[in-house]
Each structure stands twice: as C-alpha cells, then as structure tokens.
C-alpha cells in the first residue's frame, strides 16, 4: 500500500499599515509559539494517520511580498492562522487563492474563533473553510477529511481540550530563531483565567476553568525546557499567569532543581498576575531561572480598573512588586492601557510618566473593544464604533468613540506620544544597576522604534510586534475585506449559525 503524501502549508499573515501596506519586518519579536504547537500536532497526525505530510510555515511578517503564495499547488492544504487585526489580510490571501485554484483552505486562531456569524456566511460562500475554537481535536479531522477529499465549511471544537494530553510544542529551528529579536521559544503550562476583565478576550478562547486537565504534566514541562536550555534557546512560558497553573509548586520546584543542575544558567521569561502578595513569589522564580517577569498592571489608577472589571489589580503595591521582582535580578515588564472612557489627553500623558518610573520595561496599548470581549459587545449596542474594520482593531488605534472629556483624534494623538513619555532617556538611564543594561538596550530600541515610526508612518512602531520595517511593493487591494456592521441581535445569531453548519 502507498502512503498517502499531502504539502502543507500554514500561513501566520501579517495586516496593513496607514497608506495601505502589507506591514513587513526584517526581524520579530520572536518565533510564533502557535506554530509549535501546530508543527507538534502535524506530527502526531502523521503518526496516527500513517501519512506523509510536508509542513511549511510562513511568517508573513518576515516575507519579501507575497511571492510566497507561487509555491502553493491546487491540492496542497493551506492553514491561515489570524488574530483579530490580522483578518482582513487572512481573507484576502484566502480568496486571492482560491481563485487560483486552490482546492483546500482553512482558516483558524483567535481571530476566526472570535468573529462574527456574517464573517462565517462570507466564508462560506467563499468557499473557505473555517476552525472555531482550539484545534487539539479538529486539526486530525481536518486532514483526513483533505485526504479523503470531504473537507467541510465548519470545524467547531465547542468544549475546551485536556491539554494535559496534548503533545507538547516543538522547538523552533536555528534558521527560525535567528529571524527573532529574543530567539525566544514558547510553552505553555496551564491554560484558562478565571477573571472577566471587559476588554479581554482570553476567557473565551481559553475559558475560565483552571485545573488538572487544563495544566500540563510538570515533569513533561521541565523536561522541554531542559531541551530548549541544551538548544540555546532562553524559554517563555506563555501562561496568562504561571501561578494559575494547577500544578505550580511542583513546576517551581521542578525548574529550581533543573538550574541548580545548570548551574543557575537558566532563562526563563514569566508572565504573572499583579495579585497583593504576588511579590512574596519573586525569590523563588529567581531560583528557578526567571530573568524576566510580565505583569499586567495597565492601569496606576484604581477607577480605571474597576471600570474594566480588574478590580484584582490594586495600583498601591505595583512598587511593592517591582521592587522585590528587581531585588532578585528580575527585569519587570508590564502592559500599561491608555485610553479610558474617563481620560484626559493630560491624563494619559500623567500616566505615562507613571509607569516610566515604575517598571523597566512599559508595553503601552490603546484600549480597544477586541471582538468577543464585553467591551466590544456594549460597543455594539451603543453603536459607538468609528471603524468596523478589523485591521485597525490592533491595541495601536483608538476604534471607538467612548471618550466623555476629549475626542478620538485627541485620544490618538495622547496614546502616540505616550511612546516618547515611557521610552525616556532619563528613563532608560535608570533603575537597579543591576538591570541597568537590560533597560538601556530595551529601552533605547523602544524608543528608536517609536521616533522611527513617527517619521515612516505618523505612528509609533507596535513594540511587541514590530522591529525594522521592510519596503513593501504589496498594497490592501480595493475589494479588501473590511468587516461587517453588526447590532446587538448579530452577536446573538453567530451560535445559531455555526449550530446549522455542524449539522
């Protein structure tokens, strides 16, 4: 009997800039931690389907253009993975291959899953098939029905996997790593949050259950990031928050033994919640490798938070945190959100000089309505959205009209010079001497993007996302996909359709 052979490729697109652009990079922040996972499910597929199968994946973000897309043949299976923002662009290229004659595609991620019903039907009469929610259990289902030519419009993974029997994520390759900023390489311990901020838009991708069958075995975890340690790679563990790991203790404790073994040359970066008592933690982390640590702060002022539903969040022992974080070598890194229905343009900048002085490392967001989030829903109602665009849905522009005390241009114009306010050289010239390289060399990047920005584009660089940006000669075609209106009884029909295409 022949083995059955399929190419495979799985597509991460990039989204458009001001003028129209394909944004394009020369370098990222660091290699998708969804594309290890993705590459670990082929291969166990491989292996239960007894099936060759020639997996490529593409960073659009890196590409030079989209030439790319001549290597894809009629038969081959095309996965497109999106965010939010980066929809518009996943559509165009599914459409823009489909009428090349692309037989099999396939789009999914966080964007998909949290898009609207009129999105789903626009698919559908495209042709392109769509994965709703996490693909632990669709991704097998999808691949022998390519094999057996029955690929269906909808695969819709309604309950939340047991990732503590899914495959671990692969490593990325040298050649891969060397296209990052940071070489980093992801995995995850635990999934779930059991918070309801309004803006976020994690429980309904991940849900809010913490527990044993949505934690992954600790020993399997220490033992990838020894791997990762032997491949020079330093490791992000991608939890929301590691402590909401049902096994945390026995993870920490399994990662403080593994650097004493490594003669504490581990490198590990974390991401936490700032719970009151969070600080106590820093000592142990710092046994256990962490050299950075993420903290969602957002916001230094208890009324913001409280308005999102983060009432967690208690701004008084931020510098309580960072301190004790500092004290253990940890370089601290935190989102901070500006852009709040009750803000100044005054106030954003006051904030922005806040949190210059408090964390290492500021990630400053423009607050947006995400799709799927509570915010966005109440956006909906109010009908108080400026742009149904999703490419703009990035946490860079203002997309909602929901500012009692200044306008949209002035909330935009506050949010961009922000960058020049968090990314300061006295800034970047301070802080523990121990960390002071750390902060200089991420802080002046930071700040040379931001300026870079300005000068290319009107706008600061995304600094999670972005580095030194690439000439593009690629353009958002005029039938570009742009969204759909939408009303409150919309957001109530997208369980129904999606129930009428599983049946």
Not at 49 to 77: M, P, Q
Not at 476 to 498: I, N, V, W
Request: with cysteine; charged share 25%; hydrophobic share 35%.
């Amino acid at each position: 009997m022949i083995m059955q052979e399929l190419n495979l490729y799985t597509i991460m697109p990039s989204s458009y800039g001001e003028k129209g652009e394909l944004l394009q990079y020369h370098k990222v922040l660091m290699h998708p931690p969804v594309f290890l996972v993705l590459e670990s499910l082929i291969r166990r597929t491989k292996r239960t389907l007894d099936v060759k199968i020639n997996a490529c994946f593409i960073n659009e973000r890196l590409e030079k253009g989209e030439t790319y897309l001549d290597s894809i043949k009629r038969n081959d299976l095309v996965f497109i993975t999106a965010k939010a923002f980066e929809l518009p662009r996943a559509i165009d290229i599914a459409v823009k291959l489909k009428k090349t004659g692309i037989r099999n595609i396939i789009m999914g991620g966080p964007g998909v899953t949290l898009t609207d019903w009129k999105t789903y039907q626009y698919l559908v009469r495209e042709g392109i098939s769509f994965n709703v929610g996490e693909g632990e259990e669709t991704i097998p289902q999808i691949i022998a029905n390519v094999l057996d030519n029955k690929l269906q419009p909808c695969y819709w993974q309604k309950e939340y996997v047991d990732i503590s029997k899914a495959p671990l994520p692969c490593f990325p390759s040298r050649a891969e790593a060397e296209k990052t900023i940071t070489k980093l390489a992801g995995i995850g311990s635990s999934e779930g949050c059991p918070f309801n901020c309004s803006y976020c838009t994690v429980t309904k991708i991940r849900g809010r259950e913490s527990s044993k069958r949505r934690s992954r075995d600790p020993e399997a975890v220490v033992a990838w990031i020894e791997q990762a340690y032997h491949r020079g790679l330093p490791i992000m563990l991608t939890d929301d928050n590691l402590r909401r790991s049902f096994f945390y203790e026995e993870l920490i404790e399994g990662l403080i033994k593994l650097n004493k073994k490594l003669n504490g040359k581990l490198q590990l970066f974390v991401q936490l919640d700032a719970a009151n008592g969070v600080e106590k933690e820093a000592h142990k982390l710092a046994r256990a490798g962490a050299r950075q640590a993420f903290f969602g702060f957002e916001s230094v002022v208890s009324s913001s938070l409280d308005d999102v539903g983060k009432k967690h969040n208690k701004p008084n022992y931020y510098k309580k945190i960072v301190s004790a974080f500092n004290a253990e070598g940890i370089f601290v890194n935190s989102g901070c959100m500006f852009g709040f229905p009750s803000q100044t343009p005054q106030e954003i900048i006051r904030e922005a000089e806040s949190f210059s002085k408090l964390v290492d490392l500021p990630h400053p967001y423009a607050v947006t309505p995400l799709p799927g989030s509570r915010d966005y829903e109440e956006a909906v109602a109010k009908r108080s959205l400026i742009t149904w665009d999703p490419n703009w849905y990035d946490t860079v522009h203002c997309v909602n009209d929901w500012f009692d005390n200044m306008t949209v241009s002035e909330a935009q114009n506050a949010y961009n010079n922000v960058f020049c306010y968090l990314f300061s050289i006295k800034h970047i010239l301070s802080g523990p001497p121990g960390l002071r390289m750390a902060r200089l060399k991420s802080g002046l990047y930071g700040r040379i993007l931001a300026e870079l920005g300005r000068f290319r584009r009107d706008q600061p660089y995304h600094f999670m996302m972005d580095s030194l940006p690439r000439r593009t000669r690629v353009w958002r075609p005029k039938d570009s996909f742009c969204g759909f209106s939408l009303t409150a009884e919309d957001l109530r029909k997208k369980p129904e359709f999606l129930a009428s295409l599983s049946t």
